[in-house]
């Protein structure tokens, strides 16, 4: 029998121009999920850009730098989310960032400048967001979901800034570009009702005909893929 660790820490980190109640109710979620499975823990709220009153062109200016993710001094939101992390951080043995929008490619900056400094057992999520290049030794510890249309294409706008390509060289002399060569090591669309903000809605009218929320959808194939590991 497997035996689960026994302490992790969760922390949502949210985009440009969010509200401060955006997960209230995914974070009740997951609470109520680790008290049923009688794990310790905790979830927290991070805003690596700020909140819903910061200038939104300064916010945006920031997300870019975690995409683009070059020198040490850029990655702005990814370094102000791991400084606010490693004040709750403790002793946890597991550590999971769930990042919207913005904050998926915060999430994933803050792990990397974390790993630097001895974090091993973590895991990134990225729901909703820019496309944010991912170093090969990381990419099985990092996800990507994002919203499709009836027809199973994308309908998030936000999923189609950015870049995951890179060149690769093919069976002959000339190098190929691959479109997936940065990409997460596992991606899966949503059927959700709505647009960008809507990943977390658990109320009407962001149901299905079978009563199934946004909320509902999202966590169920986040927990799919951490399956095994949480």
């Not at 401060?20 to 905790?42: I, N, P, V, Y």
């Not at 994002?146 to 027809?151: K, L, Q, R, S």
């Not at 190098?175 to 991606?187: D, E, L, Q, V």
């Amino acid at each position: 029998m497997t035996v689960k660790p026994s302490h992790i820490n969760i922390y949502l980190l949210a985009g440009v121009k969010t509200a401060s109640s955006c997960f209230t109710a995914c974070k009740k979620m997951l609470e109520d999920q680790l008290s049923q499975d009688g794990r310790q823990g905790k979830v927290h709220v991070v805003f690596p850009y700020g909140d819903y009153n910061r200038n939104l062109v300064k916010q945006v200016l920031e997300v870019r730098s975690d995409i683009s993710g070059g020198s040490k001094g850029e990655r702005i939101g990814g370094r102000q989310a791991a400084k606010e992390i490693k004040q709750t951080l403790g002793g946890s043995e597991q550590v999971l960032l769930i990042g919207h929008s913005g904050g998926g490619a915060a999430a994933y900056q803050a792990a990397r400048l974390l790993e630097q400094e001895g974090l091993e057992n973590f895991r990134v999520v990225q729901i909703g967001s820019p496309k944010t290049p991912i170093e090969p030794r990381l990419q099985d510890k990092v996800s990507y979901f994002h919203a499709v249309d009836d027809t199973g294409k994308i309908s998030d706008p936000i999923s189609f800034i950015g870049t995951w390509g890179g060149w690769i060289m093919s069976k002959g002399v000339v190098p190929i570009w691959n479109s997936f060569k940065y990409a997460p090591g596992y991606m899966e669309g949503i059927p959700t009702i709505g647009g960008h903000a809507d990943y977390f809605r658990h109320t009407e009218p962001f149901m299905d005909t079978e009563s199934r929320c946004n909320l509902d959808k999202t966590m169920e194939r986040v927990q799919a893929w951490l399956k095994g590991w949480l």
